[in-house]
């Protein structure tokens, strides 16, 4: 069950983003969506629901979910041959190590593996920790320590193997 105060938060970050138009929270029975109002629509229009409901979905509109989920798995983007961004899976506060005094993840210079952990984010007081997907050498960091990310914001380069 959400609290009020998380749901609180998640409104904020959403308002706060300049590239998030639409966010989904999902967990267990329960699915919130938060989206923002455009300049383009005026204030007298309503939502118009489905009548089709969710489980009984279309062909094209189940490859088109399986695409999106699979967007969101992989958190990488193709820079050039050889290099690849790290991108972020969420919004939320980005740590570089796991507690103020520690060394960080990573750095420029340093070599990484699959699953090796780049960086955190933290999202309604939940700490993500965020592995690499790719098997090579980070040659910039992107973002600060306690900086705002959005979705899909890189936030490293990495030279791949």
Known sequence: M???NEISEV???VDHSSSVQEFTLEQNDIKITIKKATAEKSLTETPVKSPVPEASTSPDL???NQAENQKVEDNTNKVSENL???TSPMIGTFYSSPNPESAPFVEVGKKVQQEDVVCI???MKLFN???SEVKGEIVEVLVEDGQLVDYG???FKVKVD
């Open 2 to 4: 959400f609290k009020v």
């Open 11 to 13: 409104i904020k970050l």
């Open 62 to 64: 189940k490859e088109n």
């Open 84 to 86: 690849v961004e790290i």
């Open 121 to 123: 984010l933290e999202a």
């Open 129 to 131: 920790e965020i592995e």
């Open 153 to 155: 914001q890189p936030m």
